[in-house]
């Protein structure tokens, strides 16, 4: 298996201090960190191979230090994938630094109260994107319910325009599923699943609201492996973002593939991640 969207928080304030370092932030870091060595300690329990740490921009904005020396230090175990502030006018400077630091991806993300998407499409944006073409890196947006339509029409335009080796999709693009007949499919996502290079990460967000309200994840999978094929969706853990331990979302990725057949299971756990992220 890979997990190809882990979160890693460190208790290590002064070497790796949280944006905007409020109390609340510093008592959180200290009493729920979640560290490299966390993590793959509970891979190791759990019979997971390599994971993306994924930067938690609620702590650490676009500091990918953390990240960056988890991988490093992690014997190849671990790669980074960095988050950028795509509404900044140096953000591709920044995003070719974190390129030559090692960092396997990048992700490009606004937060759930903007009404626009100047961070997907802006003009510096546009220049992340126009850099990740050129460095042929993965590039990563997560799109919240709220501007879903508006930036998967956004993204339809912008593949057209910027020619990605890969964009990886988090959280199944964040439908709205209200059954698994339909399982969230709607006209933008089928247009989207006509781009090649798009892909789909699945994780315990999506994965575990299912669950909870008695929809078959399983169902929902193979609904979306139909439509984007068996070798364009990636699971991801969500740790520390998620609730939850991270054998419980293991097990959650293991139950949701069981149906279906046993080389698809292997490319969604882990081999499809693996060809997107070049993971030699």
Request: with cysteine.
């Amino acid at each position: 298996m890979l997990d190809s969207h882990a979160h890693i928080l460190s208790s290590d304030t002064a070497a790796f201090p949280p944006s905007a370092p409020t109390r609340e932030k510093l008592e959180y870091l200290k009493e729920h960190a979640f560290a490299a060595a966390d993590l793959c300690a509970a891979m190791d329990e759990a019979g997971v191979e390599h994971a993306l740490v994924v930067q938690r921009a609620q702590f650490y904005a676009a500091d990918n230090s953390y990240v960056c020396a988890a991988a490093e230090g992690s014997a190849g175990r671990l790669r980074a994938v960095c988050g950028i502030d795509s509404r900044q006018d140096d953000c591709a400077i920044r995003t070719a630094e974190w390129l030559d630091l090692g960092a396997a991806g990048i992700r490009l993300m606004g937060t759930p109260q903007e009404n626009t998407l100047a961070w997907l499409g802006g003009a510096n944006a546009e220049a992340v994107w126009r850099l990740s073409v050129e460095r042929d890196t993965v590039l990563c947006a997560h799109l919240f319910p709220a501007m879903r339509q508006e930036g998967l029409e956004l993204i339809d335009d912008l593949l057209g325009r910027y020619p990605l080796r890969w964009l990886v999709l988090d959280h199944l693009a964040n439908p709205t599923i209200d059954n698994a007949d339909t399982a969230g499919i709607d006209d933008i996502i089928r247009r989207i699943a006509e781009r090649p290079n798009v892909a789909l990460k699945f994780t315990t967000i999506p994965l575990a609201s299912l669950a909870e309200r008695d929809i078959d994840g399983g169902r929902i999978l193979e609904a979306y492996v139909a439509l984007f094929g068996p070798e364009r969706l990636i699971w991801g853990s969500d740790i520390t973002q998620s609730p939850g331990s991270y054998a419980d979302m293991v097990a959650l990725a293991h139950q949701a593939t069981a149906g279906l057949p046993e080389t698809t299971r292997s490319r969604l756990l882990g081999d499809n991640a693996r060809h997107i992220y070049r993971w030699e």
